[in-house]
């Protein structure tokens, strides 16, 4: 133990830092207690569900450097999962959602072990191609509900005492996963851990001459983002009281990129930002057709040739000086 | 009439024609993806779209023009190669020095600009588009009837991977572009133009994607989903063959194909995963793909 707080407090910022940082981010939790009261909650907790997909999958590409381009597989079944837990057998919400999770951790281990073989550009392809083995597993499943998706989930009462049906509720209980979710994310990626995670991104085989096991470690940071992107998709389940196919997509997984590329991948707050941007063209533009689609990739070309380090990486630099990290 | 394993001939082996048929398009779109990855280091992830869009192109040849099959099967890829070529010359060429998973970014976006564009202007159900009359009608086999248009696709798609093998192993043209995709500087220093031959390539690549959207057309439906759902099951056919190899990825992109009409007939329920299952398997036994070499 000793050993890693010496560790810690090496690659911990200077002193004066975190008073700003600590005003920052509960400047932001203000926030997002408050927010309810001026914004739609149904829209302010979709947007918190799809800011915790992409901070796991930023997890991934911002700090170890793989492109996983099937995000969507853990989302949408730990989706399916917790809604039939809660509908079927009758699960607490919890207990619901930690089954949704639980599947993910499972997946995310037998996909990360097949997946990490490959490196770069294969990573993304075999990604890809295991969520769409995933996504017809959830056509052909019985329990899926093909087409209609598993409908009317009740949102149930959480630890048998909070109802969750009440909206404010709801979104309380939405923010709190939320943040607990993303400090944990902010521990990770400042550990000792996430230090070698981004060795491995910025030069693998340096990280494999200092006798670091990069397998183990990558599995392990594939684990966690796919567990947190199935924590993301349960808490949607029960938000919408909806899991359907459009959620195992590869749209969906496009969509995840995007949130991350347009925030600004390997910040903290990046993938937030692109995230409530993302959920609002969706809202605003949801009823004209395909305009959705040609406007993601419109931004898609956009951030790749001109924008590469994303909003949150523009204002990164500022926010520094003023002692902040984002 | 004769069964194999309790399954009617016939029913088996139009299965197994229908297999060869998607076999031939994994294999051009797949032929295209490793010659432009060989040269720009780019997946192509438009090739999916661009293969959507030559089939598009004949049909609107056909509905508003009048221009029959056989100069949609001419003027389709050309086209779509004049795409191709601006979207390279425009985009692509400024990510060469970047991190290779931008360009599949982009390409991905761009997927999605044509896609969303060719639904938003004619909707998602799917156009008809009729046999040519020179191609209509079938031969009786004895054990199958042959539709002569499925056996064209057949044997225009080998020709045309054949050829693209022949033209890249066996000609002068050919060893310089696998010269440049081993080393481009130094092909560039014996005075080779190789940004043109990178161009080329490109255009060379989706125009193959385009002339397997025109064959596909009279197959299936025209509709502007047609390529997304394919390119990922050719990207599993890369994994599985590896890009190191022209051969390679024709052999395994017929292969493939026969294999999901097999499953079709035998256990249809997995005939939409079976590729993704084999891929499963080639990870597990030989990572770098059957024809691959290294990661």
């Known amino acids: 133990m000793a050993k890693h707080d010496v560790t810690l407090t090496a690659a911990a910022p200077p002193a004066k ?43 991934l590409l ?38 949704g999770v639980a599947l993910s951790a499972v997946m995310g281990t037998v996909v990360g072990w097949l997946a990490i073989r490959r490196q770069g550009i294969y990573f993304a392809m075999i990604t890809l191609a295991l969520a769409q083995l995933m996504f017809f ?27 969750l049906s009440d909206m404010m509720t709801m979104y309380y209980f939405v923010l709190a996963v939320f943040v607990v979710a993303l400090l944990l994310l902010y521990r990770v990626v400042n550990s000792p851990f996430g230090q070698v995670l981004k060795a491995i991104r910025d030069n693998e085989p340096r990280a494999i001459s200092l006798g670091y096991q990069v397998e183990r470690y990558k599995l392990l940071a594939f684990v966690l983002s796919a567990s947190l992107a199935g924590l993301a998709g349960s808490v949607k389940s029960l938000v919408f009281q909806l899991a359907s196919l459009a959620d195992v997509h590869w749209h969906a997984s496009g969509e995840v990129v995007l949130m991350t590329l347009l925030g600004g991948v390997g910040t903290v707050f990046g993938p937030t930002v692109g995230a409530f941007l993302v959920v609002t063209i969706q809202n605003y533009f949801s009823e004209v057709g395909s305009w959705v689609t040609i406007i993601q990739g419109v931004i898609f070309v956009i951030c790749v040739l001109a924008f590469r380090s994303g909003i949150v990486g523009v204002l990164a630099p500022w926010l520094k000086k003023r002692g902040i990290q984002a | 009439m004769f069964t194999v394993f309790g399954i009617p001939a016939a029913a088996l082996f139009g299965q197994l024609l229908l297999g060869l048929i998607n076999g031939a398009f994994y294999a051009m779109l797949s032929l295209g993806l490793a010659l432009i990855f060989g040269l720009l280091n780019i997946i192509n992830f438009s090739h999916g779209a661009l293969y959507m869009m030559g089939a598009f192109v004949a049909w609107l040849l056909l509905t508003y023009v009048g221009a029959g099959y056989w100069v949609a099967l001419v003027v389709a890829p050309v086209i779509v190669a ?7 010359r425009t985009m692509l060429s400024r990510l060469y020095k970047l991190d290779h998973l931008y360009g599949l970014l982009l390409t991905f976006g761009l997927a999605l600009i044509i896609e969303g564009l060719f639904r938003q202007l004619y909707g998602v159900s799917g156009m008809p588009y009729s046999v040519p009359k020179e191609l209509a009608g079938g031969w009786n086999l004895g054990f199958m009837f042959l539709p002569i248009y499925r056996g064209w696709v057949v044997i225009a798609s080998l020709v045309l991977c054949l050829g693209t093998w022949a033209v890249i192993e066996k000609t002068k043209l050919g060893a310089y572009l696998r010269a440049a995709t081993e080393n481009p500087t130094l092909v560039q220093a014996f005075g080779i133009n190789v940004p043109v031959m990178i161009t080329a390539t490109y255009g060379f690549g989706v125009a193959l994607a385009a002339i397997a959207g025109v064959l596909a057309a009279p197959v299936y439906s025209v509709n502007p989903m047609m390529g997304s759902n394919l390119i990922i099951v050719v990207f599993a056919v890369v994994v599985i063959g590896g890009m190191g190899s022209i ?7 017929f ?41």
């Open chain 1, 17 to 59: 830092a975190p008073s700003r940082q600590t005003l920052f981010v509960l400047a932001l939790l203000a926030l997002g207690v408050a927010a309810p009261f001026g914004i739609y909650p149904v829209f302010l907790m979709k947007g918190l569900c799809f800011a915790l997909f992409a901070a796991a999958f930023n997890l």
């Open chain 2, 247 to 253: 051969m390679g990825s024709v052999v395994t992109g």
């Open chain 2, 255 to 295: 292969l493939l194909g026969l294999l999901e009409g097999l499953t079709k007939v035998f256990y249809p329920e997995a005939a939409a995963t079976v590729i993704f299952m084999v891929m499963v398997v080639v990870l597990l036994l030989k990572p770098a793909g059957l024809f691959g070499k290294g990661a």
């Open chain 1, 62 to 99: 911002g700090y170890v450097g793989l492109l996983s381009f099937g995000h969507a597989m853990f989302f949408g079944w730990s989706a399916y999962v917790t809604a039939h837990a809660a509908k079927e057998w009758g699960l607490t919400p919890e207990l619901a959602i930690l089954a």
């Open chain 2, 82 to 88: 004049a795409l191709g070529i601006v979207i390279e």
């Open chain 1, 137 to 163: 597993l959830a056509v052909q499943a019985p329990f899926t509900h093909g087409e209609d998706g598993i409908q009317g989930v009740p949102r149930g009462h959480l630890f048998g005492v909070l109802n």
